[in-house]
């Protein structure tokens, strides 16, 4: 591998790690990096599921507002750092190095998918940052505007991650059939089991996404504990 291709794939993932917060920072002033995005939400979710109104706003607009931007900054970078690892495995055949490379290029792979997913339901994806309280509060607005949106946003979360793992298993099936078609039968083999596995994970998601209103509640109720 060059020096211009090791020093733009250092760049990359040290944006992947940096730059999502700054850029999110630098846009919505009010929330001054990831922890004082996660400080804020209690309040924030527990305003708007007292509102009860469907429609996302004041502070927790500037929230997903924040988070949509941070994942989109990731999802990029991710992917940007997936394509320049991919070059360079064309380059490194062998070695410790191509084994780290390709370490690289799944953990590249996940980080795309998993911020593709946050930036296309940020709200959901929020939903992870909350204690007990705020789940509770979401739980006691069962019967509201808001909540029918939150099960709507959370149908889309997890309809997102059926496309995005589909995607990502029919990339390793390709690259499984070719490893097979040289005779490479040990990385066509975990290639295949790889492809098993995405599938389990889209089969859940699948069933999340069309009910998604009982998963939701499980989820809430699994963080008041």
Not at 18 to 38: C, H, K, N, Q, T
Not at 111 to 118: I, L, M, P, S
Request: hydrophobic content about 60%; charged content about 10%; overall charge positive.
């Amino acid at each position: 591998m060059n020096r211009t291709l090791a020093a733009t794939t250092a760049g990359l993932l040290a944006g992947v790690l940096l730059a999502p917060a700054l850029v999110a920072s630098l846009i919505f002033g009010e929330i001054d990096g990831v922890g004082a995005l996660r400080a804020g939400l209690p309040d924030a979710f527990t305003a708007h599921w007292s509102a009860g109104d469907a429609t996302v706003a004041g502070d927790l607009a500037r929230a997903v507002g924040y988070w949509t931007t941070f994942h989109a900054v990731k999802a990029v970078l991710a992917t940007l750092l997936l394509v320049t690892v991919a070059r360079a495995l064309q380059r490194v055949r062998r070695g410790p190095a191509r084994v780290a490379l390709q370490v690289l290029a799944v953990l590249a792979a996940v980080v795309a998918v998993v911020n593709v997913q946050g930036a296309i339901a940020p709200l959901s994806s929020l939903l992870s940052m909350l204690p007990g309280e705020a789940a509770d509060a979401a739980l006691t607005a069962d019967d509201t505007p808001a909540f029918a949106a939150l099960v709507h946003d959370f149908a889309v979360y997890h309809a997102a991650a059926v496309v995005l793992v589909g995607v990502a298993a029919a990339g390793v099936a390709v690259i499984g059939r070719r490893a097979w078609l040289h005779g490479r039968r040990g990385p066509a083999l975990v290639a295949a089991a790889g492809v098993g596995l995405l599938g389990v994970v889209v089969l859940a998601n699948v069933t999340t996404a069309a009910d998604p209103e009982p998963a939701l509640r499980a989820f809430l109720a699994s963080a008041q504990r």
